[in-house]
């Protein structure tokens, strides 16, 4: 049981909630039982929610910068080569899988951005790459 004591316009009242369940609370006012329908709100966690970036597509997971026509396709994080499936001047089309990349124990296929010819392969099967390597060139 909970006590209060409430002053509404001028008149004091003395409330005590006897029970609580669900939304109808058995409270007395006074004296004198209600049966009374509390609307709210629910209540707001105080736990804090964690924000997370956007985990990134496949797409998303190198980085190509362009310069004097040719995209260089760098390395996300580090981590060790796994597969070539590319050769120097051999034509690649836009999503085609240029080499398989091992980063944090999970295999992440690297795909071509643009069209273009391979114009230099600067890893081989088995290299370990730091963040930021150049893999390969693209003109």
């Known amino acids: 049981m909970k006590k209060y004591s409430f002053t509404i316009s001028g008149n004091t009242y003395d409330v005590v909630i006897q029970s609580f369940d669900e939304n109808i609370a058995k409270i007395e006012v006074n004296g004198t039982r209600y049966d009374v329908e509390i609307h709210r709100n629910v209540p707001t966690s105080k736990t804090p929610t964690l924000a997370r970036p ?11 910068t362009a310069g004097s026509g040719a995209h260089t396709i760098k390395a996300p994080l580090p ?20 080499l398989v990349y091992e980063a944090m124990k999970m295999e992440n296929d690297v795909l071509a951005e643009h069209d273009g010819i391979v114009k230099s392969i600067k890893i081989s ?3 370990s790459v730091l963040q930021g390597d150049t893999l390969i060139e693209i003109g």
């Open 54 to 64: 956007a985990v990134p597509t496949r797409k998303t997971n190198v980085q190509v």
């Open 125 to 127: 099967v088995g290299d």
């Open 79 to 98: 981590g060790n080569i796994l597969s070539v499936l590319v050769k120097e001047g051999e034509a690649v089309a836009k999503g085609q899988k240029l």
